[in-house]
């Protein structure tokens, strides 16, 4: 078992970097969208991005499991099986989540958007949350010597 503030230390460093990886899908969708991008180029970049992001995912659910804190596993559970529906719901033929030839059908690109946003909506109240809970773990204990009468010591 790893010490708090590491454990929130990786959380935070891992949903940052899903935050980049999420800003980086909204700029080749709406790329896509205007035309910037052909979708073949799209769908490339942007699948071979999906199974680093559920396997980080994953592992920052895994860490908060072993480290015992279940509300944040908890929170984190519904965000995964969205992750792995996506992904097991891909029908036989397709290159992936994001397809080439399906993207622009039925409004693909909107609702891939859409949900890009949400994904993104998510794991900006997660990572503050891991943030909050990062400082609460630094700051337990006695960070200035209350308990020595003579004279208050910080360790800054």
């Known amino acids: 078992m790893l010490p708090e503030t590491m454990v929130f230390g990786i959380t935070l460093l891992l949903t ?3 935050l980049f990886l999420l800003i980086y899908f909204v700029i080749i969708l709406s790329d896509l969208e205007c035309d910037y991008l052909n979708a073949q180029q799209c769908c490339s970049k942007l699948n071979f991005w999906i199974v680093p992001k559920i396997s980080a995912h994953s592992f920052v659910a895994f ?3 072993i480290n015992g804190n279940w509300m944040l596993f908890i929170a984190n559970l519904p965000m995964i099986g969205w992750l792995l529906y996506d992904i097991i719901k891909v029908p036989s ?3 992936g989540v994001y397809d080439p030839a ?8 909107k609702k891939h958007l859409r949900d890009t946003m949400i994904r993104f909506g998510y794991f900006l109240i997660i990572f503050f949350v891991y943030l909050y809970c990062m400082i609460l773990a630094m700051l337990k204990g006695d960070p200035i010597r209350r308990h ?4 208050i010591v910080t360790d800054f």
């Not at 399906?102 to 690109?109: A, D, L, Q, W």
């Not at 020595?148 to 004279?151: A, D, G, M, Y």
Request: net charge negative; charged share 30%.
């Open 148 to 151: 020595e009468e003579e004279e």
């Open 102 to 109: 399906e993207i622009h059908n039925r409004g693909m690109v």
């Open 16 to 18: 940052g970097a899903i």
């Open 63 to 65: 860490l908060l499991l």
């Open 93 to 95: 033929g397709n290159l």
